[in-house]
């Protein structure tokens, strides 16, 4: 795809999305730029690095987010004072009934496929609420700003007690991980996961009853699906990734989802 393509504008729902013209279609494009329309502005989506994480799963090791940004093909492209590709975000959602988190994937999958390619991102935002995630550190928007060059992301959400490689961190590499072992070559630490919650300041994802900076869900906090039949003891996260743009006027344009997959976390695993 070359630099001397083309682009058109149009507006759907307030988000912006990208899309590419051939020179071939120069004349098309032209008429509709004479005609006032806005621009549509494609951003290609994050891509799997093979692993995809599932709430049935009890092999705690394994249940980590991990994917690869898309920052060298077409998303490169976008540099101008009239669109700019910001980077790769991440958002999740904590659910207490796993068939309801189930329904929403299945709903979100179906949006995704639908030929608004930011629909789905326009849903988990507006509609369903899903929350970017904060860090202990410092905290940017989007998690993994551009920089030209496709990155591994891993983000482990809860500590494994007793494993140091299976602390809870989110980090991106040169290459695709499922442990974290701080100081490794090539790899960039951005910090301890935190929920986004204006109920209280650095709460984490290792769920206990009796600990204040890990507290359980409750029905009030923002980033909760609350369902009033769940399993005592028991959460789950559904998790993801989508590159972010934005034109001049500061609207924002999303990509394609990438789901990430889903966890379960148990207040048992934190009891002492």
């Not at 999958?109 to 860090?135: E, P």
């Not at 206990?208 to 769940?230: F, Y």
Request: glycine fraction near 6%.
């Amino acid at each position: 795809m070359t630099k001397n393509q083309y682009f058109y504008k149009e507006k759907m729902g307030g988000v912006c999305f990208a899309k590419k013209l051939k020179t071939a279609f120069f004349l098309f494009a032209m008429l509709f730029v004479s005609c006032g329309l806005d621009t549509f502005y494609y951003l290609e989506p994050p891509k799997t690095d093979g692993h995809t994480t599932k709430y049935t799963s009890t092999d705690r090791p394994q249940l980590y987010f991990s994917f690869l940004t898309n920052e060298e093909g077409d998303n490169s492209d976008y540099g101008s004072s009239d669109f700019s590709f910001l980077g790769t975000e991440v958002y999740y959602k904590i659910y207490n009934n796993y068939s309801t988190m189930v329904s929403a994937q299945s709903s979100i999958d179906s949006l995704n496929s639908s030929s608004d390619v930011s629909a789905a991102a326009t849903n988990i935002i507006n509609s369903r609420n899903y929350k970017t995630l904060l860090f202990s550190s410092y905290n940017q928007t989007p998690l993994i700003p551009e920089k030209n060059d496709d990155r591994y992301v891993y983000i482990r959400l809860n500590s494994i007690k007793g494993s140091s490689e299976y602390s809870a961190v989110v980090c991106y590499g040169t290459s695709a991980m499922e442990s974290y072992v701080a100081g490794s070559s090539g790899i960039t630490l951005i910090g301890k996961p935190l929920r986004n919650v204006s109920s209280g300041s650095g709460y984490g994802f290792d769920f206990k009853k009796t600990d204040n900076g890990n507290p359980l869900p409750v029905s009030s906090d923002e980033d909760v699906n609350w369902s009033s039949s769940s399993e005592d003891g028991v959460w789950y996260v559904d998790m993801w990734a989508v590159s972010v743009g934005r034109d001049s006027s500061y609207s924002p344009s999303y990509s394609k989802l990438l789901h990430l997959g889903s966890i379960s976390i148990r207040e048992e695993w934190y009891d002492d």
